[in-house]
């Protein structure tokens, strides 16, 4: 089943992005008087800081509780945005009509990449770019899913995620992501960074965590199963430990995870 992005509070993992979106805006200057669509939007982070730099915007997003965040962020700073509700696959823009395409840890959930790059594509100016941006598979963040994954499928007796799928895109892979654009013309470079985590202890990383969209469709898929307070408490034990041995900073917490920037244009 898909993730309910509406569900819980996804602001906080948002705030925790942000610094993502600062640096692919600011890779993507000069922003002022340029067309932006921000696939992917949720609370609006790198479609509120390109129309801070005078580009104009479109945020496109599924979840319409995020889209009103964004929206409420965009009138709280006096900017001009336009959010509406689509997805990767399906951008309710015309053809070649913006000259930054951003999607920040969005369009990798698409269910299907084929679908959502052509629509990247489709929606990109001649000489426009395409920016997003996705995880390796490798650090804390497949830890914790791990840690998750596993749990669930032995709880709900069913097979771990992934086990009875198609290998999805590797929207962190050069080779795949260049092969998935070529036909498109389009030539793909792909940069690492890293970003920090922080919180003032494990505990309070996971409080926060909780509520993220994806951690609250776990809980209530444990909530239908009759021994569910006991799964919760192991699952939350579970997740503790786990966090307390990425921990990288004693004095509170804090953890470091790989990602990739992906840039694809026409060459
Ligand atoms: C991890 S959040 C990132 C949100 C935002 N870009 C940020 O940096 O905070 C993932 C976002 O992707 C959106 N999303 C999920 N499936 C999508 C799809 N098929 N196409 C476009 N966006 C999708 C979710 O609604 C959610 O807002």
């Not at 969005?106 to 990247?120: K, M, R, S, T």
Request: hydrophobic share 45%; with cysteine.
């Amino acid at each position: 089943m898909g993730i309910d992005w509406s569900a819980g509070r996804y602001e906080a993992t948002g705030e925790m992005l942000l610094p993502v979106s600062e640096l692919v805006v600011a890779m993507s200057e000069p922003l002022a008087g340029r067309t932006v669509v921000d696939v992917g939007c949720g609370t609006g982070n790198a479609a509120l800081l390109a129309a801070a730099r005078g580009a104009v915007v479109t945020g496109v997003d599924p979840a319409p509780r995020l889209l009103e965040v964004a929206r409420q962020r965009a009138a709280d700073r006096g900017l001009e945005i336009d959010f509406v509700t689509g997805e990767a696959a399906g951008i309710p823009l015309p053809d070649h009509s913006a000259d930054v395409v951003f999607s920040v840890f969005a369009v990798i959930f698409a269910p299907d990449p084929g679908a959502a790059i052509a629509e990247l594509v489709r929606v990109t100016t001649q000489d426009g770019t395409i920016r997003l941006t996705s995880w390796p598979p490798e650090g804390p963040l497949v830890v914790i899913n791990k840690v998750v994954g596993q749990f669930m499928a032995e709880a709900m007796g069913e097979q771990p995620a992934g086990a009875n799928h198609p290998k999805p895109l590797g929207w962190h892979d050069r080779d795949e992501l260049r092969a998935a654009f070529a036909p498109y013309g389009f030539e793909v470079e792909v940069e690492r960074r890293s970003l920090t985590f922080t919180a003032p202890s494990p505990e309070a990383f996971l409080a926060t965590s909780s509520e993220h969209p994806m951690a609250v469709g776990a809980s209530q898929a444990l909530s239908t199963l009759p021994n569910s307070a006991e799964l919760e408490a192991e699952l939350a034990a579970r997740l503790l430990a786990a966090t307390v041995e990425l921990n990288e900073d004693p004095q509170a917490f804090a953890y470091t995870n790989d990602y990739v920037v992906v840039t694809a244009r026409r060459g």
